[in-house]
């Protein structure tokens, strides 16, 4: 399951700490999550592995929905 929203989660499996403008970049494919994360453009805390997961995810989104 993936939620996202502003604000704290109880226990949440990783946080991402990005702008909403990063993040609808990536999205429509102008920025690669990984390679972003790399080059210090956002923070993950919590288990980074199971964040990975979320590039597959935002793959899915590319040229299907307007932001």
Excluded: H
């Excluded at 909403?20 to 919590?46: H, Q």
């Amino acid at each position: 399951t993936c939620e996202f929203k502003e604000g704290k989660a109880e226990k949440p499996t990783f946080t991402i700490i990005a702008t909403s403008k990063f993040w609808c970049d990536v999205l429509r494919g102008k920025e690669d999550p990984v390679a972003s994360f790399m080059m210090g453009k956002y923070k993950i805390t919590g288990n980074i592995m199971e964040s990975q997961k979320l590039a597959k995810i935002a793959k899915q989104f590319r040229g299907k929905y307007t932001l």
